[in-house]
């Protein structure tokens, strides 16, 4: 009697452990990626045929050079009055105002399915008062005179993040949710960089958040990471950069001043011009009025590149090297990569220009749709037809960097397949009921199925396979002052 007494007890916690969301089917299982060779070296090898031969005709890289100036400094930047002019001037339903009434609705939890229910960090849901007060912080109203002017120009003088709206909370769907809950911050939208042009559109009334144009994105940033700009320094930064312009290509770069103070870090995906030499860059700060100064600080020759770097099998081998295994980050977190902001990180050295959204990359070069195709025939497309390292294929909502065909070292008969570079959160079942999560950059071929779960969905079996190249330039004249712009695009969470 007194072990069944002492028993029963252990057997009740047992069952209602097995009963506890601790112990329920759980939405994530870890991909065992240790069996797929994540060594650059052993698959974009030195001794390979034309590892130092241009893959890109110079004349196409000195256009995409313009382009990529165009976007940050020239015509089709934040810092054109023009430009500006025609986002302001978008006619509704595309105007700034309605795209922001819908983005802070989307964000309300009033008559909302359970599965688009929002959650703070405590797991909580989030209570009316919450996105309530984040609207009248906002004041739409003041927003129906939007007109360009110069003092509203700016340099981000720190790594900024891009949000939704203008707070610092966390907006997660249900942690239940397969492929929901957190790192998914549903507000996060992209990284805004240090050095990068941008136009402030509007404050917040509290002037804490501004909501600013920059060459890729509209979002919400923290107002104190700004400095303002004026036509002089305009000017100099704009020829410095056309004489110049340097990409920095060893992730998380010291920024350091002469009097050796830390300013920011660096990351793949910055730029900045200079006056003379490699090694020494143009860097904008902020002066007690928040007027932003240029200062020349140093960086080793290493870490950076004269734009455009040379589009070689070695140079793109040496920008994955710094950016292989760094964790997957939903719109910029923590300053990680999503698959969208890891390719434009990758290609920004080598001045090639990349919106912030997957399904925008593809238009960056002449596409090809093979959605409608089955399976193997998009496979045997990209094998045949995919020029490595400057292809592209979008498959809905990620987008991945096709390298070149390769032996498959886990198949018996060592077939061919086609080998990707991409930072990718995971896979999942056609159930769609959990994710085996990859959770960084990687080196991953794409197969009809993978071995170690042949539930999961082939990356190559998603509703969408379109094959963009960007040896070939984009078929939009981006200078052609077209009327339209699609800010919801600019304005809307990453995909």
Same mark, same amino acid.
């Given at each position: 009697?007194?072990?069944?007494?002492?028993?029963?007890?252990?057997?009740?916690?047992?069952?209602?452990?097995?009963?506890?969301?601790?112990?329920?089917?759980?939405?994530?299982?870890?991909?065992?990626?240790?069996?797929?060779?994540?060594?650059?070296?052993?698959?974009?090898?030195?001794?390979?045929?034309?590892?130092?031969?241009?893959?890109?005709?110079?004349?196409?890289?000195?256009?995409?050079?313009?382009?990529?100036?165009?976007?940050?400094?020239?015509?089709?930047?934040?810092?054109?009055?023009?430009?500006?002019?025609?986002?302001?001037?978008?006619?509704?339903?595309?105007?700034?105002?309605?795209?922001?009434?819908?983005?802070?609705?989307?964000?309300?939890?009033?008559?909302?399915?359970?599965?688009?229910?929002?959650?703070?960090?405590?797991?909580?849901?989030?209570?009316?008062?919450?996105?309530?007060?984040?609207?009248?912080?906002?004041?739409?109203?003041?927003?129906?005179?939007?007109?360009?002017?110069?003092?509203?120009?700016?340099?981000?003088?720190?790594?900024?993040?891009?949000?939704?709206?203008?707070?610092?909370?966390?907006?997660?769907?249900?942690?239940?949710?397969?492929?929901?809950? &957190?790192?998914?911050?549903?507000?996060?939208?992209?990284?805004?960089?240090?050095?990068?042009?941008?136009?402030?559109?509007?404050?917040?009334?509290?002037?804490?958040?501004?909501?600013?144009?920059?060459?890729?994105?509209?979002?919400?940033?923290?107002?104190?990471?700004?400095?303002?700009?004026?036509?002089?320094?305009?000017?100099?930064?704009?020829?410095?950069?056309?004489?110049?312009?340097?990409?920095?290509?060893?992730?998380?770069?010291?920024?350091?001043?002469?009097?050796?103070?830390?300013?920011?870090?660096?990351?793949?995906?910055?730029?900045?011009?200079?006056?003379?030499?490699?090694?020494?860059?143009?860097?904008?700060?902020?002066?007690?009025?928040?007027?932003?100064?240029?200062?020349?600080?140093?960086?080793?020759?290493?870490?950076?590149?004269?734009?455009?770097?040379?589009?070689?099998?070695?140079?793109?081998?040496?920008?994955?090297?710094?950016?292989?295994?760094?964790? &997957?980050?939903?719109?910029?977190?923590?300053?990680?990569?999503?698959?969208?902001?890891?390719?434009?990180?990758?290609?920004?050295?080598?001045?090639?220009?990349?919106?912030?959204?997957?399904?925008?990359?593809?238009?960056?070069?002449?596409?090809?749709?093979?959605?409608?195709?089955?399976?193997?025939?998009?496979?045997?497309?990209?094998?045949?037809?995919?020029?490595?390292?400057?292809?592209?294929?979008?498959?809905?909502?990620?987008?991945?960097? &096709?390298?070149?065909?390769?032996?498959?070292?886990?198949?018996?008969?060592?077939?061919?397949?086609?080998?990707?570079?991409?930072?990718?959160?995971?896979?999942?079942?056609?159930?769609?009921?959990?994710?085996?999560?990859?959770?960084?950059?990687?080196?991953?071929?794409?197969?009809?199925?993978?071995?170690?779960?042949?539930?999961?969905?082939?990356?190559?079996?998603?509703? &969408?396979?379109?094959?963009?190249?960007?040896?070939?330039?984009?078929?939009?004249?981006?200078?052609?002052?077209?009327?339209?712009?699609?800010?919801?695009?600019?304005?809307?969470?990453?995909?």
């Amino acid at each position: 009697m007194y072990f069944l007494n002492m028993f029963l007890p252990l057997v009740f916690i047992f069952f209602f452990l097995l009963d506890s969301p601790l112990y329920a089917n759980d939405t994530v299982e870890i991909f065992p990626l240790e069996h797929y060779d994540q060594t650059i070296q052993n698959w974009i090898k030195p001794s390979d045929n034309g590892y130092d031969a241009p893959l890109l005709d110079s004349a196409v890289q000195k256009k995409r050079l313009e382009i990529f100036y165009a976007h940050y400094y020239g015509e089709l930047s934040p810092w054109s009055a023009s430009y500006v002019q025609r986002v302001l001037q978008q006619a509704a339903p595309n105007d700034l105002k309605t795209i922001e009434q819908t983005i802070i609705l989307s964000f309300s939890n009033a008559n909302k399915p359970a599965e688009k229910i929002g959650y703070a960090e405590n797991f909580r849901p989030y209570k009316n008062d919450w996105i309530t007060d984040i609207a009248k912080n906002i004041q739409l109203d003041a927003w129906n005179q939007l007109s360009y002017q110069s003092n509203q120009r700016v340099i981000a003088t720190e790594n900024l993040n891009g949000r939704a709206l203008p707070t610092e909370d966390v907006h997660f769907y249900d942690y239940k949710i397969a492929g929901q809950g &957190y790192p998914f911050d549903n507000l996060q939208n992209s990284v805004l960089w240090a050095g990068t042009p941008a136009y402030v559109i509007t404050e917040t009334v509290d002037h804490a958040w501004s909501l600013v144009l920059t060459p890729n994105f509209i979002a919400w940033v923290q107002s104190h990471g700004l400095a303002r700009v004026d036509d002089g320094f305009v000017k100099k930064w704009q020829t410095f950069s056309k004489n110049k312009l340097i990409a920095i290509t060893h992730t998380k770069t010291s920024i350091i001043d002469k009097k050796g103070r830390f300013l920011f870090s660096a990351y793949v995906g910055s730029v900045f011009p200079s006056e003379n030499s490699m090694t020494e860059i143009m860097v904008p700060i902020a002066d007690a009025e928040h007027n932003a100064i240029m200062q020349k600080v140093s960086v080793p020759a290493e870490n950076v590149t004269e734009m455009p770097l040379p589009a070689t099998k070695h140079n793109f081998a040496n920008i994955m090297q710094t950016l292989i295994g760094r964790p &997957y980050g939903w719109g910029g977190m923590y300053f990680y990569n999503d698959c969208s902001a890891e390719l434009k990180s990758l290609f920004t050295p080598f001045a090639i220009w990349l919106p912030a959204h997957s399904s925008d990359q593809i238009k960056e070069g002449q596409w090809v749709d093979m959605s409608s195709a089955p399976v193997e025939q998009r496979l045997a497309y990209l094998m045949q037809n995919g020029k490595p390292f400057l292809t592209v294929i979008y498959i809905g909502g990620h987008v991945v960097l &096709y390298i070149g065909n390769y032996s498959n070292p886990n198949s018996a008969d060592h077939a061919m397949m086609a080998m990707t570079y991409q930072n990718i959160w995971g896979l999942r079942p056609s159930s769609g009921d959990k994710r085996s999560v990859i959770g960084q950059a990687v080196l991953f071929p794409m197969l009809l199925q993978y071995p170690e779960d042949t539930r999961l969905v082939s990356l190559a079996a998603k509703p &969408y396979f379109q094959v963009a190249y960007l040896n070939n330039l984009p078929s939009v004249n981006y200078l052609k002052q077209t009327p339209f712009i699609d800010l919801k695009a600019l304005m809307s969470p990453n995909n």
